[in-house]
């Protein structure tokens, strides 16, 4: 059974700094692309962020220079650290593994950036 677990989101002001991480089971994870997604209300889901088997990075612009995705494919494990946060960074972040045909979603973690 595939699990992926994020964790680290919450309330924070502009300017400041979030790390979110997301836990991974049941896949054979240094294999997987994993990436870091977003979404706000009305809107379609959006990439922020990928970090592929061989640690290649790809950001979106908006979020390029600010963010940082790594992985630690001893704990089987990706996070992404959030630096220099706006207002219009608040979404629910989900967590995705790809690899070939296959591609799982966590449940989502809510980021709100907020005075």
């Known amino acids: 059974q595939v699990q992926l677990v994020e964790s680290g989101g919450g309330l924070v002001q502009p300017g400041g700094s979030l790390r979110l991480s997301c836990a991974a089971s049941?896949?054979?994870?240094?294999?997987?692309?994993m990436g870091w997604y977003r979404q706000t209300p009305g809107k379609q889901r959006e990439l922020v962020a990928h970090?592929?088997?061989?640690?290649?990075?790809d950001y979106a612009d908006s979020v390029e220079g600010r963010f940082t995705i790594y992985r630690d494919n001893t704990r089987n494990m990706v996070s992404l650290q959030m630096n220099s946060l706006e207002p219009e960074d608040t979404a629910v972040y989900y967590c995705?593994?790809?690899?070939?045909?296959?591609?799982?979603w966590g449940q989502g973690t809510q980021v709100t950036v907020s005075s």
């Open positions: 995705n593994a790809f690899w070939d045909y296959r591609s799982y």
């Open positions: 049941g896949i054979l994870f240094r294999t997987y692309t």
């Open positions: 970090i592929f088997s061989n640690n290649n990075t």
